[in-house]
């Protein structure tokens, strides 16, 4: 199965990846999001998302949250901002499979901005734009973490 998707993700929308039993799932992504991204528990395959916008709506504390086995590949997007009610949730989830985070922009500074979370294999996180001291938070994962060549002004 592959979806491929180019275009909006209409506002206040939880877009859901949930596949059972399909190893060979790729699901790539290439949108603007005015919603969170949730990689369900269920999915096996690969999560692909490139040149993505995301935006702030009221509604959404977190952008991006995996919780799947799969592997989630964020190349090139860029997050303007998120947790607007201050709650202190971060812009991306990492909670389940394995996460590569490459080239990305996170915009809003001082809130935190990924979160490695138990359940998280590993992750690779390089070349991305982060604003302030809250760039990455391992929160005790016990993942394989690489971590490289980023910056926080």
């Keep these: 199965m592959q979806c491929d998707c180019n275009g909006n993700i209409p ?3 939880l877009v ?10 790729r699901s790539s992504f290439n949108g603007q999001f005015m919603s969170t991204l949730r990689v369900g528990e269920k999915n096996e395959g690969p999560v692909k998302l490139t040149n ?3 935006w702030p709506v009221p509604e959404t504390r977190e952008q991006v949250i995996e ?13 303007a901002d998120w947790d607007s009610t201050r709650k202190g949730c971060p812009c991306l989830r990492a909670a389940g499979g ?4 490459n080239g990305c922009e996170f915009m809003a500074e ?19 734009l982060f604003r ?7 929160n005790n994962s016990g993942a394989d973490v690489q971590i490289g060549l980023n910056t926080t002004q």
């Design 11 to 13: 506002q206040f929308q």
């Design 110 to 128: 001082g809130k935190e901005q990924i979160a490695l979370e138990k359940g998280l294999t590993a992750a690779v996180i390089k070349g991305c």
């Design 132 to 138: 302030g001291t809250k760039a990455v938070s391992d």
């Design 52 to 54: 993505c916008g995301f």
């Design 67 to 79: 919780l799947g086995s799969s592997t989630l590949m964020l190349t090139a997007c860029h997050f």
């Design 98 to 101: 394995r996460l590569i985070v």
């Design 16 to 25: 859901s990846i949930d596949c059972i039993g399909l190893v060979n799932v």
